[in-house]
């Protein structure tokens, strides 16, 4: 009978947990690059992402939602097509009352998609193939940035609450 090598066994263990380790504190956590606590996918705190964020905002969103934020006038009723208007990312909005992967989703692969939707019409472009991942969490990173201090904990409370 062949011995078992209980070193390998154990050394092969020690590996595979390693990995697991590694693979799970990867994707549970975003590290901001400012260092602190990050909560969900955005970071409204870290300035060098805000910027790009407004950046990318003011060429790729504020024709619908407002150079400020502001959204559509009239943003609740739908418009003369039948769409709902773009509405407001600022506080009197209702952006900030969604989890981050929601909002991110929205953006990436439309509202449809991102909410389970059947045959929802909307003039929102769907920006898969025109953004990338980072470009949207900048831009979210932004938007979030302006919410006064309250609202981003009350944000905050939809990705701490899993």
Known sequence: ?????????ILAIIVLLAVFTFIAMKFSQVIPPSGGVQVGLFFPEDKEITAKGKELYLANCSSCHGVN?????????????????APPHDESGHTWHHKDELLFNIVKYGLEKAANLDNYETNMPIYENILSDEE??????????SWPKEIIERHNQFDIRE
């Open 69 to 85: 934020l502001e959204g559509a006038p009239n943003w609740r009723s739908p418009d003369e097509s039948g769409l709902m208007p």
């Open 136 to 145: 949207i969490i900048a831009i979210m990173s932004y938007i979030k940035s």
């Open 1 to 9: 009978m062949e011995k078992i090598n209980y070193k390998l066994i």
